[in-house]
């Protein structure tokens, strides 16, 4: 099969290789009908995450149609069409009878790299190196599933693939943004960086209850979806001083809560909450704790959210789908990283086709 395999830093080439197996009974194969380019990936692209190795496949937001399964997978029919989360978790150990399923005990063999670099442990995940368990990613033909009877939502033929791709990692880390946020009625949200899970969680905040969400990015297609798109007022931070222009138009007072979700390129926010969404790979920007915010923090429970999200989608509530500007061939993976990393193009997420 072809699938992205990482080379070197920002170097990566769509190889053939070895069809996936069902390894285990709760293993499923899934046949990959649409892989996104996420943020997190660039992260990966950069080499910026230990233990990638060439050769490594890469992706964790994808979908596609059950074509083989083991034994135990009862949840599941060979044909359904399923959205895949991007986190791998068992549903068995006591996190993920928690509801903390990206802190699966069991799926991540080398969760203790995990916990010697970042002070805690955490799940497997797809295309995400040896530190999240050595799992082939998404950006291929077919892909193994570990837990299948567990992680896989099947989801309606009437909704598009871009309707609910998303529901395997971005939209879930955008309403879990602003949920931590702790909204309530008619208070103002400064959301930093205008990227896919920044526009969704723009929409996230208004329907939790914002009054007025305020987008704050440097660039300008970026920034017209934001208003067009998602309602927003926008700040550019190319234009003047972005805290000064906040206590302007919220007449001295600031934001009630400021969601980061540029991870990796924060360079800090102040508010009198918030909450820290993006992929950190290095220490976290200074927080001015002397003015005594609250900081939310954590890792996305994708399959908590993944239900209710659709039941969401289905009834018109959110229509994920405008995020999605390019959709191209699988083999046209190595532009297609340069074009969402460089954001040419209008580029805000790129959707690829196997």
């Given at each position: 099969?072809?699938?992205?395999?990482?080379?070197?830093?920002?170097?990566?080439?769509?190889?053939?290789?070895?069809?996936?197996?069902?390894?285990d009974?709760?293993?499923?194969?899934?046949?990959?009908?649409?892989?996104?380019?996420?943020?997190?990936?660039?992260?990966?692209?950069?080499?910026?995450?230990?233990?990638l190795?060439?050769?490594?496949?890469?992706?964790?937001?994808?979908?596609?149609?059950?074509?083989?399964?083991?034994?135990?997978?009862?949840?599941?029919?060979?044909?359904?069409?399923?959205?895949?989360?991007?986190?791998?978790?068992?549903?068995?150990?006591?996190?993920?009878?928690?509801?903390?399923?990206?802190?699966?005990?069991?799926?991540?063999?080398?969760?203790?790299?995990?916990?010697?670099?970042?002070?805690?442990?955490?799940?497997?995940?797809?295309?995400?190196?040896?530190?999240?368990?050595?799992?082939?990613?998404?950006?291929?033909?077919?892909?193994?599933?570990?837990?299948?009877?567990?992680?896989?939502?099947?989801?309606?033929?009437?909704?598009?693939?871009?309707?609910?791709?998303?529901?395997?990692?971005?939209?879930?880390?955008?309403?879990?943004?602003?949920?931590?946020?702790?909204?309530?009625?008619?208070?103002?949200v400064?959301?930093?960086?205008?990227?896919?899970?920044?526009?969704?969680?723009?929409?996230?905040?208004?329907?939790?209850?914002?009054?007025?969400?305020?987008?704050?990015?440097?660039?300008?297609?970026?920034?017209e979806?934001?208003?067009?798109?998602?309602g927003?007022?926008?700040l550019?931070?190319?234009?003047?001083?972005?805290?000064d222009?906040?206590?302007?138009?919220?007449?001295?007072?600031?934001?009630?809560?400021?969601?980061?979700?540029?991870?990796?390129?924060?360079?800090?926010?102040?508010?009198?909450?918030?909450?820290?969404?993006?992929?950190?790979?290095?220490?976290?920007?200074?927080?001015?704790?002397?003015?005594?915010?609250?900081?939310?923090?954590?890792?996305?429970?994708?399959?908590?959210?993944?239900?209710?999200?659709?039941?969401?989608i289905?009834?018109?509530?959110?229509?994920?789908?405008?995020?999605?500007?390019?959709?191209?061939?699988?083999?046209?993976?190595?532009?297609?990283?340069?074009?969402?990393?460089?954001?040419?193009?209008?580029?805000t997420?790129?959707?690829?086709?196997?």
């Open positions: 099969m072809k699938a992205v395999c990482w080379q070197s830093r920002q170097k990566i080439a769509v190889e053939n290789v070895p069809d996936p197996r069902v390894l009974s709760r293993d499923a194969i899934v046949r990959v009908t649409s892989t996104a380019i996420c943020g997190s990936d660039l992260d990966l692209y950069e080499g910026a995450v230990p233990s190795a060439p050769g490594d496949i890469l992706g964790h937001e994808f979908m596609g149609e059950v074509v083989e399964k083991g034994p135990d997978v009862a949840s599941l029919d060979i044909g359904d069409r399923v959205v895949v989360p991007c986190a791998i978790a068992c549903g068995c150990c006591a996190p993920c009878r928690e509801g903390r399923w990206a802190l699966c005990d069991k799926s991540n063999r080398n969760a203790w790299l995990v916990e010697r670099l970042y002070g805690t442990a955490g799940a497997g995940l797809f295309g995400c190196s040896e530190l999240y368990g050595g799992y082939a990613g998404g950006q291929a033909e077919y892909v193994r599933v570990p837990y299948a009877d567990v992680g896989p939502l099947r989801v309606p033929a009437t909704l598009s693939d871009d309707a609910v791709l998303f529901l395997s990692d971005i939209l879930p880390a955008a309403f879990t943004a602003a949920e931590r946020c702790a909204i309530e009625e008619g208070d103002t400064a959301v930093f960086g205008c990227g896919a899970v920044g526009l969704l969680t723009i929409q996230s905040a208004f329907l939790l209850g914002a009054a007025r969400v305020i987008a704050i990015d440097r660039l300008s297609h970026r920034l979806l934001a208003r067009a798109r998602c927003a007022e926008t550019n931070v190319d234009r003047g001083d972005v805290f222009a906040i206590r302007t138009m919220t007449g001295g007072r600031g934001a009630d809560a400021c969601i980061d979700t540029a991870g990796l390129e924060a360079h800090g926010c102040e508010s009198s909450g918030g909450c820290v969404q993006g992929d950190l790979v290095e220490p976290a920007p200074s927080v001015p704790l002397g003015s005594g915010p609250t900081l939310r923090t954590g890792r996305t429970h994708v399959h908590r959210y993944m239900r209710p999200l659709l039941a969401l289905e009834h018109g509530v959110f229509d994920p789908s405008f995020v999605a500007s390019h959709h191209v061939p699988l083999d046209d993976a190595p532009s297609a990283y340069q074009m969402f990393r460089n954001c040419t193009d209008g580029c997420k790129v959707v690829m086709h196997p």
